[in-house]
């Protein structure tokens, strides 16, 4: 099963050593320097763990950790050269599964990592929580989306609309399935109501909103953006 690991540190040493021994695992490992990059990362891919440097540039890692928490129930590790209690509970209090402090054996590290990825083996997965479909991330635990990486705003229904074809990539709807599963069997409506909301939708996915493509005489269909 393939493995994939957000290491987040500012120092390229420790970035190299680990992307050496998590490929000889077989994982597959991306290294950021900042916690810039690393929201950005969080945001449009999906990952089995991160690991967190605390004193990581541009954003440092507790701050990191909080919008971690927003994305779903990745779980994640600090790395720090503190090795004070007050710092090490501190982390264990912002959710981190482990506290590793610097200098640390490499291998060391793996082992710990490799005993958390087995304990949430059975957790549900989380890209049930987070739909990433090359540029478009959807956040179905805070209902956000991003394009880009830049956040865009839907109306309520847009979001359920799209939440909804996004979590059944690659199937054609009908406009009368939409509009039962959407706004309920009790809606008065129309087909030209779903017509109008992927309309609407289309364009707050620009330049990417080929994704939502008309099936003709029938209804919509979604697919990740070439």
């Not at 482990?98 to 083996?121: C, G, H, M, Q």
């Not at 009790?186 to 994704?211: F, M, N, S």
Request: hydrophobic share 35%.
């Amino acid at each position: 099963m393939r493995v994939r690991i957000l290491v987040a540190d500012g120092n390229e040493q420790i970035r190299k050593e680990m992307r050496e021994i998590f490929i000889s695992e077989g994982y597959e490992p991306d290294l950021v320097p900042d916690g810039i990059t690393a929201i950005k990362h969080l945001r449009r891919y999906d990952y089995d763990l991160a690991v967190l440097d605390i004193q990581l540039p541009e954003l440092d890692g507790k701050s990191v950790s909080r919008q971690l928490r927003k994305m779903g129930d990745i779980p994640f590790v600090f790395l720090s050269e503190k090795s004070d209690e007050e710092s090490v509970l501190q982390g264990y209090a912002l959710g981190a599964e482990d506290y590793v402090t610097k200098p640390f054996s490499p291998k060391e590290l793996l082992a710990r990592l490799k005993v958390i990825l087995r304990r949430n083996a059975g957790h549900e997965k989380q890209t049930n929580r987070n739909l990433v479909f090359g540029p478009i991330h959807i956040d179905t635990i805070s209902h956000t989306v991003y394009v880009d990486e830049k956040n865009v705003t839907l109306t309520p229904k847009e979001y359920e609309l799209l939440a909804f074809l996004a979590k059944n990539p690659n199937q054609a709807f009908s406009r009368e399935m939409l509009l039962n599963d959407i706004w309920g069997h009790d809606y008065y409506g129309t087909d030209r109501t779903v017509d109008t909301h992927i309309k609407t939708l289309r364009e707050a996915l620009r330049p990417h909103q080929q994704c939502i493509s008309t099936i003709r005489g029938f209804g919509y269909k979604f697919s990740e953006p070439s």
